[in-house]
């Protein structure tokens, strides 16, 4: 019995520090954000400027298009050099008069394209218009953008100097949440974005590899389109990370470049940003299953097959199962040795605390402005029960001085209760986050607030990527549900 005893001890503790490895991997990615001052490609950028056809797909987008079209237009970017395409994917609203006015305003530069039979998704729609591109040698260079997305006078600049080097195939730039007057969960997302986006691609340019081009802002070059087969892959709903994947299989550079600034409008509520992290998440899944044989091989690409693109990749990935596996690890070991279960249970949250304020640090370095904007829920990221878990962890003692206070003993029913409940937060914290969306919907906005303070915006995305499992197990129709744009980018 003891050996089997020592056995089980050890399994469950594996399966609570398999937990950390989303910890410590945003730890080396953050530690690399320093390396990435030096890892810039500018040594090899240069001043050439392509011919850029720009491919904005839109449905029903007249309370954005007209602003982004005349940001086009006052580009520091050679007019000569720059075509719009507005792929018009058979919208019901404004867009095509809007956009046929503008046509006429700049004749040599924008382009209308009405496309009868919509409804497809958005690599189908780029499809039509690349069928367009390729019918002229023209176009040197393609920017893929969405029609909401505003970009700063310089960024267009910034990108496509990569390009002189014939190893880059594509670039991406950063995409900021741009509204005007920004609510909470557009102010978590400001956050995410810092981390996810802005530390995490310049991590990847030093690891060179590119997990993912921003589908706002992608600029290829026209060769790397034509060796992917010169369409956009439209048997997923991760059109733009496949591109990448498929862009550096054929042994060219996709890279980020950071001072290419872009704003867009972000879902300000739960209902709408779950709809589309959903899609992101399952076109992750699919990502996954497609290039099952790359993952930690560097036979099949040196550094997409990676252990490191590999530890970034399933960290995100796989974070639902390691918030459970956590779960089940401390509650097994809670019923065979309770002293280690609490030691493990305070090295994880004092791991995840040390990597958390380094992070949050970090994200001062990467972004003052959106830091600025957002740095209340980039403190609240976790939520409310996790922060108190936090401070529980790092300083000893405080348990038990609350647990006295209260004239609890350690074995009364309340403290299990309240020591089971703390082991199963990592789980519980992701159906809290799920419930905060249903309650929204039911109409209790200030409830839904809460709920998602309490469980934190963190768990909401592992709610969302949980979910993804599911509707791919279940064979789900891939739908593309589209995000509801109102124009408040500033």
Not at 429 to 451: D, I, N, P
Request: hydrophobic residues 45%; proline residues 3%; glycine residues 6%.
């Amino acid at each position: 019995m003891e050996v089997l005893r020592l056995g089980a001890i050890g399994l469950f503790t594996c399966l609570v520090l398999l937990a950390t490895l989303p910890v410590f991997t945003g730890l080396y990615q953050f530690l690399l954000v320093a390396v990435s001052l030096f890892r810039t490609h500018l040594e090899r950028a240069g001043q050439d400027l392509p011919r850029v056809s720009i491919l904005i797909p839109a449905w029903n987008e007249d309370a954005v298009v007209a602003v982004t079209i005349e940001r086009l237009m006052s580009l520091d970017y050679p007019l000569d050099r720059l075509r719009i395409y507005v792929i018009d994917d058979g919208s019901s609203d404004e867009t095509p008069h809007i956009v046929i006015e503008k046509a006429k305003c700049y004749p040599d530069n924008v382009i209308h394209i009405r496309r009868v039979a919509g409804g497809e998704g958005k690599a189908h729609t780029l499809n039509y218009g690349l069928d367009t591109l390729w019918k002229s040698e023209w176009t040197q260079a393609v920017l893929i953008m969405d029609a909401d997305v505003i970009y700063t006078r310089d960024s267009l600049r910034q990108m496509a100097r990569h390009l002189v080097d014939p190893e880059i195939g594509a670039v991406t730039a950063y995409i900021k949440e741009g509204s005007a007057d920004p609510n909470l969960i557009q102010r978590f997302i400001t956050f995410e974005y810092i981390t996810a986006t802005g530390a995490s691609r310049r991590a990847q340019n030093v690891l060179g590899f590119l997990a993912c081009l921003s589908g706002g802002a992608q600029l290829h070059s026209r060769e790397n389109l034509m060796d992917i087969g010169g369409k956009i892959f439209d048997d997923t709903l991760a059109e733009d990370t496949f591109t990448t994947f498929r862009t550096q299989l054929k042994g060219r550079k996709a890279i980020f470049e950071p001072n290419a600034i872009v704003y867009a409008e972000e879902p300000c509520d739960l209902d709408m940003l779950w709809k589309q992290r959903l899609r992101w998440a399952r076109g992750n899944v699919q990502i996954t299953q497609v290039f099952r044989r790359l993952w930690f091989n560097k036979r099949a690409h040196p550094t997409l097959g990676s252990p490191s693109m590999a530890a970034l990749w399933f960290s995100i990935f796989l974070m639902p199962i390691f918030q459970i596996t956590a779960t089940t690890g401390l509650l097994v070991l809670y019923l065979i040795d309770k002293e280690l279960s609490w030691t493990l249970f305070q090295l994880f949250w004092i791991s995840a605390a040390l990597v958390y304020m380094q992070v949050t640090l970090t994200s001062f370095v990467v972004d003052a402005e959106s830091a600025v904007k957002s740095w209340a829920e980039g403190f609240l990221f976790p939520g409310l029960v996790s922060l108190s878990v936090i401070v529980f962890s790092l300083v000893p003692g405080l348990a038990d001085a609350l647990s006295a206070a209260l004239g609890l003993r350690s074995e009364s029913w309340v403290s299990i209760c309240g020591v089971l409940l703390l082991y199963s937060w990592n789980s519980l914290s992701m159906l809290v986050a799920w419930s905060a969306k249903e309650v929204e919907k039911a109409g209790w906005q200030r409830t839904s607030s809460v709920l998602l303070l309490v469980a934190g915006y963190g768990p909401f995305l592992c709610a969302v990527t949980f979910a993804s499992y599911i509707k791919e197990w279940q064979g789900a129709a891939r739908t593309w549900d589209k995000t509801v744009k109102t124009g408040k980018v500033s």
